[in-house]
């Protein structure tokens, strides 16, 4: 149970109550989910009204449902269904969401950045479940519609909820923190994805720190100290920095990679082993590590515990496909600092004799797009072997790599080219990276190189 009709009606005193004490298990917004004992929340979007579908939600197994007063209920509306009736559903989803959280009251973790704070949530997720009760962001669960529905799914019993926190525009964050009211914020990095919307890094930098908002006064910010449009926090009260500068407060160093983890040492003598490949993965791990010295859990937990991570989907995933080859799926979604932090690790990997780039475009750059894109093309050095870019602004990065002389270098307009330049590297001898923005849909590649039918 996830509270009483009883209980929502304190907050939605506008109703049609047929039990006060009947309980609601599920909040939903897809009519077609089957559900027992749920409450249906038709969201209206620019193309869709959730109104037309509450029928079928109640056929699915909703016992209640927020409905806008302005609209007329349907003549042949059950009457054993309660009605909620809101000004807006929406903005009703965001209220109840704060309520409930209010209400259940865990420790919050609100995680936002422009690069890695998905992997940093399933790090902060695995460390703090080790010792808590813990709720949190499932896949990209993370706007002004995921992040309640995320909260309203946490068990009455949870301790700890850890908040993935995404945004477009000036004012998502915001709105997002005042609903969480995180005790516990992280920013990973400032990079410049929606750089399109924002203007510039430092409009991005305004943005991200919005997560502050809804913060209580004691609330500490975990923030990447060696980004220069952060570091000015570093003096502020309840500020923690960590990354690689030795004047941040936690210090990453000793990293050492291999195709299995990342090891590295926090502040020269504290030992970990993380299951993913990359300096920065270190840092994200740092920023789950602190966040767990801060709830009192001790090292060895901490440790046993990111052995055991589960990742969400297409995020720098080891996959083999035909003839041995090792792919890369990190496909999921790109920015120029997250496609260049690939590169680097692939550079970094032993034991494969060719090393494989298939890059594609990287989306809302905006008037940016071009610059960005030759900008990556100058981190394509050896020991990459070759590189095959796919998509119009992709070709910006080919344009700048030819430059390497020792490394092939082309750009490929169809799929069967491209899947034909990689043939001759099927084998247990390379490793292929596939890295774009998440609209280039590069799985449909990958799928290809790793179906043996």
């Not at 007329?72 to 989803?93: G, I, M, N, Q, W």
């Not at 902060?124 to 995921?146: Q, R």
């Amino acid at each position: 149970m996830l509270f009483t009709e009883k209980w929502l009606s304190r907050f939605f005193k506008n109703n049609k109550i047929i039990s006060s004490g009947r309980t609601i298990d599920k909040v939903f917004i897809d009519s077609r989910e089957k559900v027992s004992n749920g409450l249906f929340i038709p969201i209206v979007g620019e193309r869709f009204d959730g109104h037309d579908f509450v029928l079928q939600a109640i056929k699915n197994g909703a016992v209640a449902v927020f409905w806008e007063q302005t609209k007329a209920l349907p003549k042949d509306f059950p009457k054993d269904v309660t009605v909620f009736f809101v000004e807006d559903t929406t903005k009703a989803l965001q209220y109840l969401s704060h309520e409930y959280k209010r209400d259940v009251n865990p420790r919050v973790i609100g995680i936002t950045g422009s690069n890695g704070k998905t992997t940093t949530k399933d790090l902060v997720a695995a460390v703090v479940s080790s010792s808590y009760k813990t709720h949190f962001t499932d896949g990209n669960f993370n706007n002004h519609i995921g992040l309640p529905l995320t909260i309203l799914s946490m068990a009455k019993e949870t301790e700890v909820l850890v908040l993935e926190m995404g945004m477009n525009a000036f004012g998502e964050i915001d709105l997002l923190s005042k609903i969480a009211q995180p005790d516990i914020s992280i920013i990973t990095n400032i990079g410049e994805s929606h750089i399109e919307f924002l203007g510039s890094r430092a409009g991005i930098t305004k943005a991200k720190l919005e997560i502050r908002n809804g913060m209580p006064k004691e609330g500490i910010l975990i923030i990447d100290g060696d980004e220069e449009y952060l570091s000015r926090l570093s003096e502020e009260e309840n500020v923690i920095t960590c990354g690689f500068n030795l004047t941040n407060d936690v210090k990453i160093n000793n990293i050492e990679n291999n195709l299995e983890m990342t090891r590295f040492t926090l502040d020269g003598n504290r030992k970990f082993e993380i299951p993913l490949i990359g300096d920065h993965h270190a840092k994200n791990a740092s920023y789950a590590i602190t966040v767990g010295k801060l709830l009192n859990i001790n090292d060895e937990e901490i440790k046993k515990s990111l052995q055991k991570l589960k990742l969400s989907g297409m995020r720098f995933e080891f996959l083999k496909g035909k003839n041995g080859v090792t792919i890369v799926n990190d496909a999921y979604n790109a920015s120029p600092t997250s496609m260049i932090g690939a590169i680097n690790t692939i550079r970094s990997l032993a034991n494969f004799n060719n090393k494989i780039l298939v890059l594609g475009d990287i989306f809302e750059l905006g008037s940016y797009g071009v610059e960005f894109h030759k900008q990556i093309g100058k981190h394509v050095k050896e020991p990459i072997t070759a590189l095959f870019t796919y998509g119009d602004l992709a070709k910006e990065i080919s344009s700048i790599a030819k430059k390497e002389e020792k490394i092939i270098v082309e750009h490929t307009d169809t799929e069967e080219e491209l899947l034909t330049k990689l043939k001759p590297y099927l084998n247990q001898e390379s490793i292929i990276l596939f890295k774009a923005s998440r609209g280039m849909e590069f799985e449909q590649f990958i799928t290809q190189l790793t179906d043996e039918t």
